[in-house]
């Protein structure tokens, strides 16, 4: 008999949840996946692996590709359409997020409610907003995550747009891949982890994030591989 479905694991940038696989069954490169673009962005490793998480198979991708590396929606969502061939049938997104919130820092977790959507041509097809399937204890709060195109982080007059959509972080991904779980059936839920103060007078790089988002992970691979063992 076959047992429980695997379940998918995104890491984002800087995020390392390595420590999360007990036992490794296969790694491949994003190279070696058919429509799966390379990464070039620091902090995604582009890798996925597949293995075992106390006892439950998961497939876990570190790094992910972005709209604003030039990627089509069918490229930055591709991993999760190899996801669903593997038998996944829910998969946890985590990203680096900027806070729009003030009772938010960098390091805090936010278990995202519902996402928002910022207008970009790119995507025609954007949803003005999108649902998640599950949300995560143990994180330090819920909230709205607001998806933008990016790369570039936001101007203060950009923060107060987005303040206005009632969002408390922003951040450039996972979006399209919740949006690509829904057409496929897969359940989808998201963690950002908070890496800056949106609106701080302190120019933003993306080195910053990425050092603030590693120091995260393993605070974010207790929180993760508790919810797995609740996956009973
Ligand atoms: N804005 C957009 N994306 C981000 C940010 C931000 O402030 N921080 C991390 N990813």
Redesign the pocket.
Known sequence: MRGPSPIGIVAG?GIELNPLLDRVTQSRDFSEVPGLGETAVDGHVGRIVEGYCADRAIVLQCGRLHFYEGHSYEQVTRSVDLMHGLGVGAVLFTN???SLATDMSPGNLMAVSRMSLYPYNCWPQRPDSLELDFELDRCDRRGTYVW?H?PC??TPAEVAALRSLEGDA???STAPEVMRCHELGVRAGAISCI??S?GSPIV?RHED?VRTARSASLRLCDVVRAWIEEQR
Do not use: D, I
């Open positions: 940038s680096a997020a900027g933008v990016g982080y936001e922003v951040g450039m890496t800056n949106c933003l994030v």
